[in-house]
């Protein structure tokens, strides 16, 4: 359903705090605008007041996606649920702004909402898209990157559900980071094994120790 597509602003929210690197891009009224994307009418409602509330919202969604990814469905959908219902849109057809070849509107349906602040706006519409996204895909398509440091939300688009990372670049380090851990864990072994045949020689076959190179 083509209403899933707003659940990508439930991730552009979440995703402006990196709580494990102790980063946040959220501090001032232009980056609530930017997060609106070429919804700028929506954006020039927000004032410095929507930078405290969106951060509010934003820890509600990312709970969200915890609970989704941590299995817990259950809480996903009552965390998810009391968004909707703090945060109302209305589903409106529209088709002045797409047409085909000819002309001719191509109907389709969008999310309205009348809000009396930009958080409002943002807030439902994000909670509408991400609602949209679970009971279409399913809970488990909500995740969080499993590389860490990173904890970003993503939404798992993949044929066969198989999607752990929110990008390709944590893809790749988690990866580089699980190479190297075989690695060291296989040197670890090879000396390990060494050093007990080499133990072994030295010990006669009725338990007695021959004396290694320093006579020990």
């Not at 589903?91 to 958080?119: C, E, F, K, Y």
Request: glycine share 6%; aromatic share 6%.
């Amino acid at each position: 359903m083509e209403l899933a597509y707003y659940s990508d602003y439930a991730v552009r929210l979440v995703n402006t705090e990196e709580p494990a690197r102790g980063q946040d891009s959220l501090t001032s009224v232009e980056a609530v605008r930017e997060l609106f994307g070429a919804n700028q009418s929506a954006a020039r409602r927000a004032t410095d007041a929507d930078v405290t509330r969106f951060r509010s919202v934003r820890g509600r969604l990312r709970a969200v996606f915890e609970a989704a990814d941590g299995g817990d469905e259950t809480l996903a959908a009552d965390l998810l649920n009391s968004l909707l219902l703090e945060f109302p849109v209305s589903p409106q057809i529209s088709g002045h702004d797409v047409r085909d070849d000819d002309g001719t509107p191509l109907w389709h349906m969008h999310l309205a909402d009348h809000p009396s602040n930009a958080t409002a706006g943002f807030a439902a519409i994000a909670a509408m898209g991400l609602a949209f996204h679970l009971t279409e895909y399913g809970v488990d398509r909500l995740g969080v990157c499993e590389a860490a440091p990173c904890r970003n939300a993503y939404l798992d688009t993949s044929t066969n559900r198989s999607r752990r990372y929110c990008s390709d670049r944590c893809a790749t380090r988690a990866n580089v980071a699980a190479y190297r851990a075989r690695k060291r864990l296989e040197a670890d072994r090879a000396v390990s094994t060494g050093l007990s045949a080499d133990s072994a020689q030295r010990t006669t076959a009725n338990g007695e120790r021959r004396p290694g190179l320093n006579g020990r």
